[in-house]
């Protein structure tokens, strides 16, 4: 079993940054990728950014050149730098680990809300 606790959520101004934590614990070791998703109100879950075990990040279209995921395995966290922030980018977002056995984990979810 692998817990997910995110953080880092909060109400922002368009235009404005945020840093999204994920805190990995139990079967550590097992992990070989993370992810964040998001998820809208009325809209379907999608993912964001992804990061394997070596390194290799894949983003969604919508967020290329503003978003960064990257990891610190020896604090066992993911982040993702969330910059020039939209409206659209409004949703929970979840941290989503994925072992080398193929099943995947899910946190509760940190809420970010872009609004002037």
């Known amino acids: 079993q692998v817990q997910l606790v995110e953080s880092g959520g909060g109400l922002v101004q368009p235009g404005g940054s945020l840093r999204l934590s994920c805190a990995a614990s139990?079967?550590?070791?097992?992990?070989?990728?993370m992810a964040w998703y998001r998820q809208a109100p009325g809209k379907q879950r999608e993912l964001v950014a992804a990061?394997?075990?070596?390194?290799?990040?894949n983003y969604a279209d919508s967020v290329k050149g503003r978003f960064t995921i990257s990891r610190d395995n020896a604090k066992n966290t993911v982040y993702l730098q969330v910059n020039s922030l939209k409206p659209e980018d409004t949703a929970v977002y979840f941290c989503?680990?994925?072992?080398?056995?193929?099943?995947?984990?899910w946190g509760q979810g940190t809420q970010v809300t872009v609004s002037s």
């Open positions: 139990g079967s550590i070791s097992s992990v070989y990728s």
């Open positions: 990061i394997t075990s070596g390194g290799s990040t």
């Open positions: 989503y680990a994925n072992n080398i056995h193929g099943i995947g984990f």
